[in-house]
């Protein structure tokens, strides 16, 4: 297919694009794969680059930008910006491993990436389990912090949630029962509850959280053996934690 030489302000519908290494910086990004030039970079939703491996194929809208000067000079290449609501994911790679990127922890500007590799013997709910892991893991905080930006500590917490639901494989994590229904996007109904409160600067960690049936939550904060309880769904994840990070290790 021809290659179209883009210019600032074009807009294109449903273009195909793909998450890869870039040789520059360590974060995962995204560029197109048809119709555009390959050296566009894609401004693409973080949580999308980091919870699917590199090569996961995308389709989007995308417009094309320009940054400027104050002097109205152009200020660095062209680049795409992808509508959220028109993206729709298209495909996984098919190869026997798949890369995902791992933030790594302790540095300054948190946009430092590793990246391990997820081999071909899980089946697909394990890799898409182990990536969502990976994820969760490297954007956990140890402890709440209360100077965290707000839309920053709100995506950690939607990652660790859905981290939460998709380890439950639809199960309750404290009674160990099926989810009460069905949700109008097909999940388990499962609420994510916190051991050690937010309030009370408990952590935004996996080892803090649970996805449980809304009797067992409001056991935990309602019920006269509420802290016993919420005592055994602690020991229960920490169980749980214990036997993904065996498992991931022996691979």
């Known amino acids: 297919m021809e290659q179209i030489e883009p210019k600032d302000g074009d807009f294109f519908e449903g273009v195909l694009l793909e998450t890869f290494r870039d040789n520059q910086v360590s974060r995962p990004r995204v560029r197109p794969v048809e119709l ?5 970079k894609v401004e ?19 417009h094309v930008r ?5 002097s109205g000079v152009a200020k660095g290449p062209l680049y795409l910006r992808a509508e959220n609501s028109s993206i729709i994911k298209i495909a996984e790679p098919t190869t026997d491993e ?3 990127a791992r933030q790594r922890r302790g540095t300054i500007s948190g946009r430092t990436y590793d990246y391990i590799v997820i081999p071909s013997a899980y089946d697909s709910f394990q890799r898409k389990l182990f990536r969502l892991r990976v994820v969760a893991y490297s ?7 209360t100077l965290d930006i707000e839309s920053t ?13 998709l380890r439950s494989e639809g199960f309750c994590e404290a009674c160990e029962k099926p989810a009460p229904f069905i949700r109008r996007n097909d999940d388990p109904y499962l609420e994510v509850h916190h051991i050690v409160s937010l309030a009370a600067s ?11 049936c809304p009797n067992c939550h409001a056991r935990v904060t ?8 919420n005592f055994k769904i602690k020991n229960r994840i920490v169980e749980i934690e214990a036997n993904l990070t065996k498992i991931s290790s022996e691979e």
Request: charged share 30%; glycine share 4%; aromatic share 8%.
């Open 98 to 100: 798949v890369q995902v």
């Open 44 to 62: 693409f939703p973080r949580d999308l680059r980091e919870a699917n491996p590199i090569r996961t194929l995308f389709r989007a809208d995308v």
């Open 222 to 229: 309602h019920g006269k053996d509420g802290s016993s309880y």
């Open 66 to 70: 320009q940054k400027h000067y104050p």
């Open 139 to 145: 954007s956990a905080k140890e402890t709440a912090r």
């Open 36 to 40: 555009l030039p390959h050296w566009l």
């Open 202 to 212: 408990g952590a935004d960690h996996p080892t803090n959280v649970a996805a449980v």
């Open 153 to 165: 500590r709100r995506e950690r917490l939607k990652l660790i949630a859905d981290y939460a639901r």
